[in-house]
């Protein structure tokens, strides 16, 4: 199932290519850089998913301006995966950021916020929980890309190897060269004299510098890797 991800490339359109196995996106933009994104497809379903949301955060096009990023496991099953990556950014755009009870926590619920927005009933625990577990990193001045990656990707690359990779070669079909060192490194750990033997792996990448990318949603399977990097 390996070896077909070298097949000459049977598909091109604006949305991304084919080549065999493997689907990706050389470089395309986003509200604030590059990204550059590659799929292999080891399994019969895409099971996990993810999305790359640029622009507008709220309902409202006045609203603040961003860019999304959500990788969604489907190893549990493929609809809750799919669920998400079609439902969640769309309800995210909806919440009110400002006093609503849902984003709030009880010391919040009450005085100075007037009464309409206050929630009638009690609560004491956090209507909306960061469980189980919310991570910050301030991105510096000095940072030049994010690779955004499920596991599949750092059980064959180290974060050295990864970055190394991505500050060696240009940034056009970094995701891709990222996907088949990773699928490179399997091989090796698996003994195999050869990249034709099948590996249940699937590798998502991206990378990203200006201009206006409103809305992509890609698919990747068990083991998936997803990396986005942005400039």
Same mark, same amino acid.
């Given at each position: 199932?390996?070896?077909?991800?070298?097949?000459?490339?049977?598909?091109?359109? @604006?949305?991304?290519?084919?080549?065999?196995?493997?689907?990706?996106?050389?470089?395309?933009?986003?509200?604030?850089?590059?990204?550059?994104?590659?799929?292999?497809?080891?399994?019969?379903?895409?099971?996990?998913?993810?999305?790359?949301?640029?622009?507008?955060?709220?309902?409202?096009?006045?609203?603040?301006?961003?860019?999304?990023?959500?990788?969604?496991?489907?190893?549990?099953?493929?609809?809750?995966? &799919?669920?998400?990556?079609?439902?969640?950014?769309?309800?995210?755009?909806?919440?009110?950021?400002?006093?609503?009870?849902?984003?709030?926590?009880?010391?919040?619920?009450?005085?100075?916020?007037?009464?309409?927005?206050?929630?009638?009933?009690?609560?004491?625990k956090p209507i909306l929980s960061s469980e189980p577990s919310i991570l910050v990193h301030k991105l510096q001045s000095e940072d030049q890309f994010l690779?955004?990656?499920?596991?599949g990707l750092w059980e064959h690359l180290s974060n050295q190897e990864a970055v190394k990779i991505v500050q060696n070669f240009p940034r056009r079909g970094? @995701?891709? &060269?990222?996907?088949?060192?990773?699928?490179?490194?399997?091989?090796?750990? &698996?003994?195999?004299?050869?990249?034709?033997?099948?590996?249940?792996?699937?590798?998502?990448?991206?990378?990203?510098?200006?201009?206006?990318?409103?809305? @992509?949603?890609?698919?990747?399977?068990?083991?998936?890797?997803?990396?986005?990097?942005?400039?």
């Open positions: 199932m390996v070896k077909p991800c070298w097949r000459p490339r049977v598909d091109d359109d @604006a949305s991304g290519k084919v080549d065999g196995l493997v689907w990706y996106k050389d470089l395309g933009n986003h509200l604030y850089g590059k990204f550059s994104m590659a799929v292999i497809q080891a399994n019969n379903l895409l099971e996990d998913q993810s999305q790359l949301q640029s622009g507008p955060l709220s309902s409202c096009n006045s609203g603040p301006q961003g860019t999304f990023i959500g990788v969604y496991d489907g190893h549990a099953g493929i609809e809750a995966s &799919r669920f998400i990556s079609h439902n969640l950014f769309s309800n995210f755009k909806g919440f009110k950021i400002h006093w609503d009870a849902f984003l709030k926590r009880a010391e919040f619920n009450k005085d100075p916020p007037q009464s309409k927005y206050r929630s009638a009933e009690p609560f004491h690779i955004f990656a499920s596991d970094i @995701a891709k &060269r990222l996907a088949k060192a990773a699928l490179k490194e399997a091989a090796k750990k &698996r003994e195999m004299r050869s990249l034709s033997n099948s590996y249940p792996f699937t590798i998502r990448g991206g990378v990203p510098s200006p201009t206006d990318l409103h809305s @992509a949603r890609f698919s990747a399977l068990p083991r998936t890797t997803i990396a986005k990097m942005f400039t």
